[in-house]
């Protein structure tokens, strides 16, 4: 990019993130993972998915096997922090692009209750993170949500469901921004263009 729009950021420490870090499973890399994007990158472009319950020992009880860990804000924001920025060669945690305070996670569909496993399955979960541009005018805030959209559609579960949004008051035209983040046909018709692919696979590279 030929322009810095913001050539002097506020940058935060690594020591001074929050983070509980997970062990990386041992998944397959022939095992897609689910969702709109799920063929949008390449399986290489993305560390193994620590949620996925292939990972369990095969000496674990059959009922371990189907226990489901819960997945909480924590959980969500350390997979997003180490998006590289598209301008910088600084995260978007350490940007404060991502904040764990504007993450969080809404059950929206119940499991039935009429099912008599019910109570082991998980309720279908939205994921809102609401993302905070370095300035007000920044012309990359489309492609910020992007990567973390396509990150989180990538490495979770296909119970949860993803909605990405610039904060209020932090962009002049989130408005519009939030449009086009939610708009999944819009989102499928953007990840087609070479260019912005090229750039969200650089980002990606470091999670």
Same mark, same amino acid.
Do not use: W
């Given at each position: 990019?030929?322009?810095?729009?913001?050539?002097?950021?506020?940058?935060?420490?690594? /020591?001074?993130?929050?983070? +509980?870090?997970?062990?990386?499973?041992?998944?397959?890399?022939?095992?897609?993972?689910?969702?709109?994007?799920? /063929?949008?990158?390449?399986?290489?472009?993305?560390?193994?998915?620590?949620?996925?319950?292939?990972? /369990?020992?095969?000496?674990?009880?059959?009922?371990?096997?189907?226990?489901?860990?819960?997945?909480?804000?924590?959980?969500?924001?350390?997979?997003?922090?180490?998006?590289?920025?598209?301008?910088?060669?600084?995260?978007?945690?350490?940007?404060?692009?991502?904040?764990?305070?504007?993450?969080?996670?809404?059950?929206?569909?119940?499991?039935?209750?009429?099912?008599?496993?019910?109570?082991?399955?998980?309720?279908?979960?939205?994921?809102?993170?609401?993302?905070?541009?370095?300035?007000?005018?920044?012309?990359?805030?489309?492609?910020?949500?992007?990567?973390?959209?396509? +990150?989180?559609?990538?490495?979770?579960?296909? +119970?949860?469901?993803?909605?990405?949004?610039?904060?209020?008051?932090?962009?002049?035209?989130?408005?519009?921004?939030?449009?086009?983040?939610?708009?999944?046909?819009?989102?499928?018709?953007?990840?087609?263009?070479?260019?912005?692919?090229?750039?969200? +696979?650089?980002?990606?590279?470091?999670?």
């Amino acid at each position: 990019m030929s322009e810095i729009l913001n050539a002097n950021p506020t940058i935060r420490s690594a /020591s001074d993130l929050p983070s +509980r870090r997970r062990e990386p499973s041992k998944k397959s890399k022939t095992q897609r993972p689910f969702g709109l994007l799920s /063929s949008a990158i390449p399986d290489f472009a993305y560390a193994p998915d620590p949620f996925d319950p292939s990972s /369990s020992s095969g000496s674990e009880s059959s009922d371990d096997e189907h226990e489901v860990e819960p997945i909480d804000e924590q959980e969500i924001y350390d997979l997003i922090a180490s998006i590289q920025d598209p301008e910088h060669p600084l995260t978007l945690g350490s940007l404060s692009v991502v904040n764990l305070p504007d993450i969080s996670l809404t059950p929206t569909l119940p499991p039935s209750s009429l099912s008599k496993t019910a109570s082991q399955v998980p309720p279908i979960t939205t994921v809102t993170v609401l993302v905070t541009p370095t300035i007000t005018h920044c012309s990359l805030a489309t492609v910020i949500g992007l990567g973390v959209r396509v +990150r989180l559609e990538q490495a979770l579960p296909p +119970r949860f469901r993803v909605d990405v949004r610039i904060k209020e008051g932090t962009h002049s035209t989130a408005e519009q921004v939030n449009r086009q983040l939610g708009d999944k046909e819009r989102v499928a018709a953007a990840l087609e263009n070479g260019t912005l692919m090229g750039v969200l +696979r650089k980002m990606l590279e470091g999670c």
